[in-house]
């Protein structure tokens, strides 16, 4: 299983459902942000299958990531792709 956690700092809502089925999203955490009005930081942990993936997609907010187990490939627009293993980070 491939699991990593990752910090959103969201502008408007928590997070956009997962658009794959057997991809799993847990709240961990959530937290509003002092002296950014509307503004919060979350927690969560995405579990992939051995496999999964995600289409290119979009965050409007800073992402943080650990990979907890397994690896996980991660890419930004315009940027290289980037393999991780556990105990490794991306932003």
């Given at each position: 299983m491939r699991k990593f956690i990752v910090a959103i700092i969201m502008a408007t809502s928590l997070w956009g459902p997962s658009v794959?089925?057997?991809?799993?999203?847990t709240p961990l955490i959530t937290h509003d942000l002092q002296g950014i009005p509307?503004?919060?930081g979350a927690?969560?942990?995405v579990d992939y299958p051995p496999?999964?993936?995600?289409?290119v997609h979009r965050h409007n907010a800073s992402v943080f990531v650990y990979v907890l187990k397994g690896s996980i490939i991660m890419q930004v627009e315009g940027g290289?792709?980037?393999a991780l293993k556990e105990g490794q980070t991306f932003f």
């Open positions: 794959h089925a057997a991809t799993s999203v509307d503004k919060e927690m969560v942990m496999g999964g993936a995600d289409p290289a792709r980037v």
